[in-house]
Structure formats: structure tokens, C-alpha cells
């Protein structure tokens, strides 16, 4: 796990990129992070999308937070993973969303990758100032559940969304 890295967004691994839309769409499962649930057909608009909001001065969404995505590449430079941080938190955020959304591919699973992805990430945060960030995951994901405990974080409590889906939130003291 040495040779992960995240990276930002680039056209360089558009076809990659591509695969690991696809390998989520083929699973059926719901989308992590959010921002990999837009439609990557017009692969330049979605890019231009992903840097639009990474600043305060970016919004033009008024109840939006600014936020940041990277791609995870493993050892073999193919793209396994990826991560939106939010670089503070809207009362949504608080509640169900947190500072960090993050999702490895369904094919690439179980090989370590989430944790080496988060604990990458909780670098980036903490060079981007944040002390102490909230990281959630659904009731029943256990292997997200043991990835933000094995990087530090602590439950605080449980919030039930309006579909009536149980989030645990854990606080992660950088």
C-alpha cells in the first residue's frame, strides 16, 4: 500500500476513470462519494464540475460548502478510489454527510485500499487546517465502520435520515 497516491482530477485518466464509473454502475449499489454519481459522458463538463466549488469564493450554490475531490491510484496506477472533502461543515454535513465522503470500486474491495485512502486524505485535511474532522458511513457498513475506527475515529452518535437510513458519525481528532 506504500505506492497509493491521491491525486486530482485530470483528463490523463479519463478512460480509467470511466472503468470505475462503470464497475459502480455495474454493481448496483448506491454511489460513494457523491460526486461520482455525475455523468461522466461529457468527461470535460464533469471535470470542470468537480473544480467549480473547491474555494469559498467558487459557490454560486448558497447552502453548498466548498469541497475538494481526488482519485485514488494503486500500485499499478489504475484508479481503485476516490474522495470529495468538504472543507467545513453545513447543518447537513453535521448531521449525515461529514467532512470526508469516500468510496473504493466495487471490483477492488477487502485489499486495503479504503484505509490507505483515508488516511491519505486525513493528511490533506490537516494541511488544509482542519483540527478535528466527522466522518460518517451507514448502520450495517461494517468495513467502513472498522476503516474510520482504525484511523482514529470515535463514534459520537447515530442520525436517521429522512428515507429513514441510520448514519453512525465518528469524529477523527487530526
Known sequence: MNKVRLIKPSMEFRDQYLSFYQDWISSGEDIVPWVVEKDPSDFHAMLEFLYSEDSEEKLVTS?????????????????????????????????CGGH???????SFRR???????????????????????????DKGNVGSEKTILK??????SEFIEDDGNMVRRF????
Open 100 to 106: 470526508i465522503g469516500y468510496g473504493i470500486r466495487p
Open 151 to 156: 484511523q482514529g475515529g470515535t463514534f459520537e
Open 63 to 95: 447552502n453548498w460548502v466548498p469541497h475538494s475531490t481526488y482519485w485514488l491510484l494503486n500500485d499499478e496506477n489504475f484508479l481503485v478510489g476516490a474522495v470529495n472533502i468538504r472543507h467545513r461543515l453545513n447543518q447537513k454535513l453535521l448531521n
Open 171 to 174: 469524529w477523527i481528532t487530526l
Open 111 to 137: 485489499r486495503g485500499y479504503a484505509s490507505a485512502l483515508l488516511y491519505q486524505t486525513l493528511q490533506i485535511v490537516k494541511e488544509m487546517g482542519l483540527d478535528k474532522v466527522l466522518v460518517v458511513c
